[in-house]
């Protein structure tokens, strides 16, 4: 099963393409930034992350063991938010925090 997310946090326009066999990819504003080929991932441990700059880092973890699905959450120094999730929809403060 092959899965494409787009969203866009803080004016970047961010995809994920993830499936089963050919693994994740993040791409931010159409530049090519990370991979993962595992097989399984536990949800604890981030698959894919890139620098936002000034905004901090994003990072893409895994829904739960055996899924496609994904969240989203922007790092920043002792602040780790939620900015997507491919299956729960964001509470407004999760919501402000993505624009």
Do not use: C
């Not at 969203?7 to 504003?29: D, E, M, P, Q, R």
Request: net charge positive; proline share 1%; no cysteine.
């Amino acid at each position: 099963m092959r899965k494409e997310f787009t969203f866009t946090v803080k004016g970047h326009k961010v995809k994920i393409t993830n499936s089963w066999f050919h693994g994740a990819k993040l791409y931010i504003n159409g530049d090519f930034k990370d991979f993962d080929k595992s097989f399984t991932a536990n949800g604890k441990v981030a698959l894919l992350s890139a620098s936002l700059g000034e905004y901090g880092i994003l990072e893409i973890y895994p829904s739960s063991l055996f899924t496609v699905e994904m969240d989203a959450y922007l790092t920043k120094g002792d602040e780790h938010r939620r900015v997507f999730s491919s299956h729960k929809r964001l509470n407004l403060k999760e919501q402000r925090l993505a624009k």
